[in-house]
């Protein structure tokens, strides 16, 4: 159970890719795939971020360890899921034309608010290692509060696109603001 | 077409209790009743068979020429259309009204015509279906999401139903809304929606008189399926796709200007007249590019937007002199 908890994990989080790739080519994501796979990636992003965010909660509140050992390679599926989210977006969106992406960013400001969480979670992608967890000691820590702007950011960037119905936005949102409020609590006992 | 129209007499519908009539349906399919659809089209009375996107049309085909009701573009595929719909009735996304419109009675139907008109009245779907000789429309559809279709509609100018019913020297705008039965439209049962129900939208009259403005009662040649809004709805094609308000149950001829839902929910991303115009952008998003359904994940059709959709030559007329920018 140990050993497998990792493997597991790690097969589940890549399960929404395989369907979106075996739907890109077996033409299963209907007449405007490109907006399939972007809503898709966007919302899994969104997913493992709150996923990640959860770890730690969980831990203090059930005395387990087991999720500590996930929350690695949950966050970077975060990561993985946003760069796919912006890649498709530069591909379908713009075909990788600067003047285009910029017109867009000019343009949709919600699109740059998503930009700017992805911005945010690259430095921490990149200092995800152990080497790196090391290095930087105590900085480390400091550096990977950013997840929670960025989660912010995320939540601004789907909720600003709502045309009529609120709904998932306010799911995502409740999501968010239980995991923020669980630290902004706990920090403020411990300081006590 | 002046002086055919006469006054109906009380049709049955109304004297029926409304939950009977809206299990006429199954009533019938229990009864083996709908064995072939047959032809409806200008043979048609209350014995033919109606069957949502799938009874068959007689029709003129579309006339080529100047009058834009014909384009030679590549028509999107049936099943793409039908599979990628905005009828928030249903649900938000777009494969919603696909998956649960069928709940929704469209048989029997009825129409009330009312408001500033000489003569005002209720129109049922057989008399819609048998009155009118129908021809075939080959449209563009821009979404005001920046995605667009080409659709082969099949209706009649909404002008011939208007001119039956004798607008008043006072009308100036048609009013319209769609069908408001929540048991059989989930959407509307939603509780973080923003839309106001019923659906309403409008025109002005010089607009919906425009020989391009159609009433359709089908597309690709067969009747409506639900997701599209049958068994009747607006195609108004130089217009954003929401104008074309589907599944129509009132038409009211009104003096002043009337409320639209998309209006009333986000005045200032969604005006009265709606017209495609690439050069006024939603507040959220440019309005210069579209993506043209189908599209495939290696080719993605992105083109320009143009003016009016495309009917600049037919409608600009109806708009000299006034300042697109502020008449969004």
């Known amino acids: 159970m140990n050993k497998l908890l990792k493997p597991a994990v790690f097969a589940a989080s890549l399960m929404p890719f395989a369907w979106l790739l075996y739907g890109a080519f077996a033409g299963g994501l209907g007449p405007d795939p490109a907006k399939t796979v972007i809503l898709q990636t966007g919302e899994w992003a969104l997913r493992f971020l709150l996923l990640t965010l959860a770890v730690s909660p969980l831990r203090r509140i059930s005395g387990w360890y087991w999720p500590m050992r996930l929350r690695r390679m949950l966050g970077l599926f975060a990561f993985f899921y946003a760069c796919v989210h912006l890649a498709s977006f530069c591909q379908f969106y713009t075909g990788w034309d600067a003047g285009r992406l910029l017109e867009e960013l000019a343009e949709r400001p919600y699109i740059t608010v998503g930009a700017l969480a992805w911005v945010l979670l690259l430095p921490l992608a990149i200092t995800s290692t152990h080497a790196m967890q090391r290095r930087l000691g105590r900085n480390w820590r400091r550096l990977h509060r950013l997840v929670y702007p960025a989660l912010l950011l995320a939540c601004v960037h789907l909720a600003w696109q709502v045309r009529s119905d609120y709904g998932e936005a306010l799911v995502y949102g409740v999501f968010a603001a239980l995991l923020l409020g669980y630290r902004w609590f706990a920090g403020r006992r411990s300081r006590q | 077409m002046p002086g055919r129209f006469k006054v109906p ?306 409608v600009a007329s109806l708009y000299a002199g006034m300042d697109l920018k502020k008449h969004y």
């Open chain 2, 9 to 314: 007499g009380i049709p049955s519908s109304e004297i029926t209790p409304e939950s009977v009539y809206l299990r006429r349906r199954q009533f019938i399919q229990a009864a083996g009743a709908i064995a072939a659809p047959g032809v409806l089209g200008l043979s048609a009375g209350a014995s033919a068979a109606y069957v949502p996107g799938e009874t068959a049309l007689e029709y003129a085909p579309a006339a080529k020429g100047p009058l834009g009701y014909y384009t030679d573009e590549a028509l999107t595929p049936r099943r793409d259309a039908a599979s990628y719909n905005n009828f928030y009735e249903f649900g938000t996304g777009k494969t919603d009204p696909a998956a649960y419109a069928h709940e929704m009675t469209v048989d029997p139907w009825s129409i009330e015509v009312d408001g500033e008109v000489a003569k005002p009245g209720k129109l049922h779907l057989e008399d819609i279906l048998s009155r009118y000789p129908l021809e075939e429309r080959i449209y563009r559809l821009r979404c005001v999401e920046a995605w667009s279709m080409v659709i082969p509609w099949v209706g009649f100018p909404l002008s011939a139903l208007l001119a039956e019913f004798q607008p008043t020297s006072k009308a100036r705008y048609v009013a319209f809304r769609t069908l408001y039965r929540k048991g059989e439209m989930r959407g509307t049962r939603s509780f973080t929606s923003s839309l106001d129900w019923p659906y309403r939208e409008g025109l002005r009259l010089d607009e919906a008189m425009h020989p391009l403005t159609l009433l359709a009662v089908g597309n690709y040649g067969k009747t409506l399926p639900n997701q599209h809004g049958a068994p009747l709805r607006l195609v108004v094609p130089w217009k954003y796709g929401y104008k074309s308000i589907k599944s129509i149950v009132r038409i009211t001829l009104t003096e002043k200007q009337p409320a639209t839902s998309w209006n009333m929910s986000q005045p200032r991303e969604y005006g009265f007249y709606s017209n495609v115009n690439p050069n006024v952008d939603h507040p959220r998003w440019s309005q210069k590019h579209e993506r043209r359904l189908p599209g495939s994940l290696f080719k993605p059709n992105r083109i320009e937007t143009l003016m009016f959709n495309g009917y600049e030559e037919q």
